[in-house]
């Protein structure tokens, strides 16, 4: 199982981008998926998930400025990311919960990781 992520970059302030993250593998079955990051000299943070029913959370500091979305059928997860703030700048990590077959567990799965840089 690999999860590919892209779309990170640098833009100035005010501006947007739209991060996807692919998941990949023959039998694989996933039952949410996350963006989060992580800002230089911080603990990672979750930014938003979202289940295979679309059920979508947000953390505080996404609402209003964040979207998160999915296909289920390219197994990827986008994230929307407009009115760009340089405290946004930080590595985005996606993240899957899934099982890689019909008989082995679910477990979190992530990417390895864009740079999104803000500047002001």
């Known amino acids: 199982v690999q999860l590919q992520a892209s779309g990170g970059g640098s833009v100035q302030a005010g501006g947007s981008l739209r991060l996807s993250c692919a998941a990949s593998?023959?039998?694989?079955?996933?039952?949410?998926m996350a963006w989060y990051r992580q800002a230089p000299g911080k603990e990672r943070e979750l930014v938003a998930t979202?289940?295979?029913?679309?059920?979508?959370n947000y953390a505080e500091s996404a609402k209003g400025q964040f979207t998160i979305s999915r296909d289920n059928a390219k197994n990827t997860v986008y994230l929307q990311m407009n009115y760009l703030e340089p405290e946004d700048t930080a590595v985005y990590y996606c993240?899957?919960?899934?099982?890689?077959?019909?008989?082995?567990?679910?477990?979190?799965?992530w990417g390895q990781g864009t740079q999104v840089t803000v500047s002001s």
């Open positions: 993240n899957a919960y899934l099982r890689s077959t019909l008989y082995s567990r679910f477990s979190d799965y």
């Open positions: 593998g023959d039998r694989i079955s996933i039952k949410a």
């Open positions: 979202i289940t295979s029913g679309d059920n979508i």
